[in-house]
């Protein structure tokens, strides 16, 4: 089975940045899209990005677009998520996770909960004003 580990998350100042990593551990990492989703206080989960299990290919939440991007290291079994131009919207809590149904950044599922996701445990991001 796969487990995900998620760290990087922290408090940071608006305009600043952070990089979110995430480690898998368990079936073979470059057969899977991984993603990442946040959930802020008092909201759904969102999806935020996704990448493709090559790494050659990225989607994006139009609230991210140009702000954040997603990369993995399949020889590490990493994903990473770079965050910069930080807004206190941003402030949430984000959850690596994994779609074994598919290899292919346009199809990862963006409804959390689908069958065959795998999710860590989240580390919190803070963004102050």
């Known amino acids: 089975q796969v487990q995900l580990v998620e760290s990087g998350g922290g408090l940071v100042q608006a305009g600043g940045s952070l990089r979110l990593s995430c480690a898998a551990s368990?079936?073979?990492?470059?057969?899977?899209?991984m993603g990442w989703f946040r959930q802020a206080p008092g909201k759904e989960r969102e999806f935020v990005a996704a990448?493709?299990?090559?790494?050659?290919?990225?989607v994006y939440a139009e609230s991210v677009k140009g702000r954040f991007t997603m990369s993995r290291d399949n020889a590490k079994n990493m994903v990473y998520l770079q965050m910069n131009s930080l807004t206190p919207e941003d402030t949430a809590v984000y959850y690596c996770?994994?779609?074994?149904?598919?290899?292919?950044?346009?199809?990862?599922?963006?409804?959390?909960?689908?069958?065959?996701?795998?999710w860590g445990q989240g580390t919190q991001v803070t963004v102050s004003s």
């Open positions: 996770a994994a779609d074994l149904s598919t290899a292919r950044a346009v199809s990862f599922r963006r409804e959390p909960g689908a069958e065959q996701q795998i």
């Open positions: 368990g079936r073979t990492f470059s057969m899977y899209a």
């Open positions: 990448v493709g299990g090559n790494g050659l290919s990225t």
